[in-house]
């Protein structure tokens, strides 16, 4: 354990405090010896604002933090801190970033670029097609995607991207892996060197709210967001939202024939620009364009 102690477990911990509230106490205290006198009281002014909500037990999550310390140190999980030089950069820009990462594998590399890609998980076949080919021309280009170990586009996009050291973002524990049918997808990305990661502690299960709440990450992560199919009121258009208001860039797949594509749609007439393949984002970022050019030659 680093000289944080348990304090960034704690704070995880405390119910009924925003993420840039977290954030907050993580830059202000250096270790558990500034939290474990803390009253509400000092907590609300800390904060600026009342907590209603909040039933002070700081027994209960000094409890809850050392048994997360156990179970992190065997089940071979790993954790970052927002205090740590090693916190993804990407994401340290966004307004409400995670005080506290905890994951399986390796950290992306803030040398390689990383895209999302999200969708329906009920996709079509040309949405699942798509999503394969794409991500794999992500992975020829040494990019690596970002998406949410769901069904249907993000399990395409992971498979396609193993090679690249894809990412999964999680909506519960990472104990809690949900769905089943994805876990062996998750066996093959820690194998590729890729990574699995929460800001949820262990035993959170995947409580349908967290979802939109974890979507923020992916496209935090990430210099842009492609939403490959979606229908109106797909979870990936607050994917997309959020890379909107994170300032990140937002591209459709044209699959406008498709029924499950009408969310796609909108995002397009209000100016996303519509691909068909990763390079055309990837000569947009003026990245890796001789490893473009070349892919291109091929027969």
């Known amino acids: 354990m680093n ?23 993580c830059t202000r205290f250096t270790s558990e010896a500034d939290i474990i006198s803390l009253t509400k009281a000092d907590l609300e002014q800390i904060l600026g604002r009342f907590l209603p909500k909040l039933k002070w037990d700081l027994d ?11 179970t992190i140190t065997h089940r071979g999980m790993n954790t970052v801190s927002y205090a740590s030089p090693d916190y ?22 803030p040398e390689r670029p990383l895209v999302a890609m999200v969708g329906t ?12 080919r794409v991500s794999k ?15 249907g586009i993000d399990g395409f996009s992971h498979r396609g991207n193993l090679s690249a050291r894809t990412i999964a973002v999680l909506a519960s524990g990472l104990d809690e892996l949900s769905p089943a049918a994805n876990k062996v997808l998750a066996r093959k990305i820690l194998e590729q060197g890729g990574c699995i990661m929460t800001e949820y502690p262990p035993g959170t ?3 349908q ?16 967001t492609l939403i490959v199919e979606a229908p109106e009121r797909s979870g990936a258009l607050i994917t997309g939202r959020c890379a909107l208001e994170q300032g990140r860039d937002v591209w459709v797949a044209g699959l406008y024939g498709e029924p499950l594509g009408e969310g796609s749609r909108k995002f397009a007439n209000e100016g996303a620009r519509v691909v068909s393949s990763a390079y055309e ?14 892919l291109k030659e091929e027969p």
């Open 3 to 25: 000289n944080r102690g348990l304090l960034d477990f704690i704070i995880t911990r405390i119910p009924h405090i925003s993420p840039v509230d977290k954030i907050s106490l």
């Open 60 to 70: 209960l999550w000094i409890g809850q933090a050392e048994q997360d310390t156990w």
């Open 88 to 109: 993804p950069p990407l994401l340290r820009e966004i307004y409400d970033p995670p005080h506290l990462i905890f994951y399986w594998g390796q950290l992306p590399d």
């Open 121 to 132: 998980r009920r996709p079509a076949s040309p949405g699942a097609m798509f999503a394969i």
């Open 137 to 151: 021309e992500f992975a020829d280009a040494g990019v690596s995607v970002v998406s949410g170990l769901a069904l």
């Open 205 to 207: 299960p995947p409580h």
């Open 209 to 224: 709210w967290r979802f939109p709440t974890r979507n923020r990450i992916i496209s935090g992560l990430s210099r842009g």
């Open 281 to 294: 984002i990837l000569e947009e970022w003026e990245a890796k364009f001789t490893v473009i050019t070349s």
